[in-house]
């Protein structure tokens, strides 16, 4: 069913190609990507938006909570798979013992004994591999839904979907447990992205280039884990007394 759904991603961003009156060099699908940044943001604001803070109002932060760490455990595989193709056996390993912990002493998953022990989320997925074995971004493109990716992190979203165990292993009913976890992330995801999303609403002058500016830099993180690109740095001989 799933490749349906990207099948139909990949034609939308073939057709915006042709498409791109506005586009420019570092967006060269521009008129497509504002067109479907337009149409998630109104669907966002006509249906997603009103449901998740209404499940944010009624529902208790421990619940909420419970539902979060259920879905990190589900994606430890995922994350095993992408520590170990980074060549991080650290991460791996504490990617699994975290699953171990949190599966059994966490009751499934349900609660997060692993980070009161020490032991932190290390997640990883397949677009990170790919620009860890050297793969450049590729096209920015605004996904159905999905919202800002590009060429190299939509091929890794594929390859993500579809190495997961839910999809690997074949059980009756697969289609509905593949859709209610991808559902019940996608609100887990933006119920915690309200105040961040509010902010860059009421703040900023281009909402467009907020979040691929935003998206770029959350990426760029990831890849690096966080570690300072030295190529970041400002040009320190410019400020040497001549």
């Not at 067109?35 to 208790?60: C, H, Q, W």
């Not at 920015?140 to 292993?169: E, I, K, M, Q, W």
Request: proline share 5%; net charge negative.
């Amino acid at each position: 069913m799933f490749y349906k759904f990207f099948s139909v991603c990949f034609l939308i961003v073939g057709s915006g190609l042709t498409a791109c009156a506005t586009a420019s060099p570092d967006d060269p699908l521009a008129g497509y990507n504002h067109a479907m940044f337009d149409a998630n943001a109104s669907v966002d604001t006509a249906l997603i938006e009103p449901f998740v803070k209404g499940y944010r109002d009624v529902t208790p932060k421990p619940i909420r909570d419970g539902v979060h760490n259920v879905l990190d455990n589900l994606r430890a595989p995922t994350d095993l798979m992408n520590n170990v193709l980074q060549g991080k056996p650290g991460g791996a390993a504490q990617t699994l013992l975290r699953f171990v912990v949190n599966s059994t002493i966490g009751i499934a998953g349900l609660f997060d004994p692993a980070t009161g022990m020490g032991i932190p989320l290390r997640t990883e997925d397949f677009g990170q591999t790919l620009a860890v074995w050297g793969a450049g971004n590729g096209t920015y493109v605004v996904l159905p839904f999905l919202g800002p990716s590009n060429v190299r992190d939509t091929a890794g979203l594929v390859v993500d979907v579809f190495s997961h165990p839910f999809a690997v292993v074949r059980y009756r009913g697969e289609t509905i447990v593949q859709l209610t976890r991808f559902t019940v992330n996608g609100v887990d995801v933006r119920t915690n992205a309200i105040g961040l999303i509010d902010n860059l609403e009421e703040n900023s002058l281009d909402l467009y280039a907020a979040y691929r500016s935003l998206y770029e830099q959350s990426r760029a993180d990831a890849i690096r884990d966080g570690e300072l690109d030295v190529d970041d740095l400002p040009d320190f001989d410019e400020f040497d007394d001549e």
